[in-house]
């Protein structure tokens, strides 16, 4: 496989996580609107539950938001022909690293490093 054939694989990957994660954060936008309880509609859930699934949907969100800013810029990377070569110390990413995870901007020893 030539280096532009790898690359346009791990560009289909991202943009498709991409769309997977943007489709959940979209779906997920009525678990994060401000907690109101309607004793009609809930029942007996209490405020208490409301909120505990509220904190659980808001974590997500955010992990999912990062998920997303790390995409864009191995994105941004690509275009800048930078993507496979580490953003710390510039040496290429193993390729078994870049299929394990597209997105990741460093080499196996500076995330090491980096803890
Ligand atoms: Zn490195």
């Given amino acids: 496989m030539s280096g532009s054939e790898e690359l346009e694989r791990y560009r289909r990957r991202l943009r498709a996580r991409l769309a997977e994660l943007r489709a ?22 209490s405020r208490a539950d409301a909120l505990e699934r509220q904190a659980i949907a808001r974590e997500g969100e955010h992990r999912r938001q990062r998920e997303i800013a790390r995409i864009e810029s191995a994105l941004a990377r690509m275009e800048e022909g930078e993507f496979g070569h ?10 078994a690293r870049l299929d394990l995870d597209p997105a990741t901007p460093v080499c196996v020893g500076c995330a090491a490093r980096q803890g």
């Fill in 86 to 95: 580490c953003a710390v110390c510039g040496e290429a990413i193993a390729s």
């Fill in 24 to 45: 959940l954060v979209a779906s997920n936008s009525d678990d994060l609107r401000p907690v109101e309880l309607d004793p009609g509609r809930q029942g007996r859930l």
